[in-house]
């Protein structure tokens, strides 16, 4: 005689279903952990692009003027400046810049900044608040009278203590 089994329904158990639930759960704290890493390096990422575009930008607004009479059109529109910062590439000194995000996000000039501004921060910065902070150092050539060395420190975030922000330096010379 043949002993013939009742047939069980194709299903899963539970522990099928325990354990599958077990490795899903363990994925998911393990992506979950990895979210702010990857946050993180998307803001650093943005902030490296920024400086490397403000650098860029004032770079070329040096060799766009005379060689005595650079200036940044800060505040306004393209062709409607609310603020002018003339200066001679010809002089040694200092020059401070505040940038910060227009209505389009794109960082532009918005006033000179001061020497105390940079060094510690702006926390109570005048609108509208600096996100970046550049200060373009100008050392004319001692022998050469039409050339210049021109050194940019841009930091992020400018309402941070300089020690505690992001920079890039730039250098270039400047010719008459």
């Known amino acids: 005689m043949k002993l013939v089994l009742p047939r069980r329904p194709a299903a899963f158990s539970l522990i099928e279903i325990v354990l599958a639930l077990g490795v899903f759960s363990i994925a998911i704290v393990v992506i979950i952990g990895l979210l702010p890493v990857a946050l993180g390096t998307t ?9 490397a575009t403000i650098g860029r930008t004032i770079l070329g607004d040096l060799r766009a003027y005379p060689f005595d009479q650079v200036k940044f059109q800060t505040g ?12 001679s590439l010809a002089t040694p000194g200092t020059v401070y810049l505040k940038f910060a995000p227009d209505a389009q996000n794109t960082l532009r000039p918005v006033g000179l900044g001061s020497q105390s501004a940079y060094q510690g921060g702006a926390p109570n910065d005048t609108p509208p608040k600096a996100s970046f902070v550049a200060k373009i150092d100008i050392v ?9 060395q021109v050194i940019v420190s841009i930091e992020h975030p400018a309402a941070a203590a300089e020690a505690n922000r992001t920079a890039a330096r730039f250098a270039t010379y400047v010719c008459k």
Do not use: H, V, W, Y
């Not at 004319?140 to 210049?148: A, C, F, G, R, V």
């Open 43 to 51: 803001q650093q990422s943005r902030s490296e692009t920024a400086i």
């Open 76 to 87: 306004g529109t393209t062709g409607n400046p609310t603020f002018s910062a003339p200066f």
């Open 140 to 148: 004319p050539d001692p022998k050469n009278t039409s050339l210049s």
